[in-house]
């Protein structure tokens, strides 16, 4: 079982930028593919971005150009750069992994993006 905690969620002003960070605790297995997804209130979960352990990323084509998603192999962690947030971007923002032999999704808990206008 993998266990994935996000954290770097808050309060912010439209405008602002926020850094999430999402740590993977897996110590027996290779972690292939880390994304990055988000919910709204009433809305489907929706992929943002995505980066194998190779640093091959991968954006859905809304969220490109404001989102950038990092990693830290050495730290399991795997980070998303929101800039020049909008009221829009509120979510729950999710964390996934997927073990190498296409284990998963395993997904965190979340945390929350709010932003104001």
């Known amino acids: 079982q993998v266990r994935l905690v996000e954290s770097g969620g808050g309060l912010v002003q439209a405008g602002g930028s926020l850094r999430l960070s999402c740590a993977a605790s897996?110590?027996?297995?290779?972690?292939?593919?880390m994304a990055w997804h988000r919910q709204a209130p009433g809305k489907q979960r929706e992929l943002i971005a995505s980066?194998?352990?190779?640093?091959?990323?991968n954006y859905a084509d809304s969220m490109k150009g404001r989102f950038t998603i990092s990693r830290d192999n050495s730290r399991n962690t795997v980070y998303l750069q929101i800039n020049s947030l909008k009221p829009e971007d509120t979510a729950a923002y999710y964390c996934?992994?997927?073990?190498?032999?296409?284990?998963?999704?395993?997904w965190g808990r979340g945390t929350q993006v709010t932003v104001s206008a």
């Open positions: 996934a992994a997927y073990l190498e032999g296409g284990r998963g999704p395993y």
């Open positions: 897996e110590n027996r297995f290779t972690i292939n593919t």
């Open positions: 980066i194998t352990r190779f640093g091959d990323t």
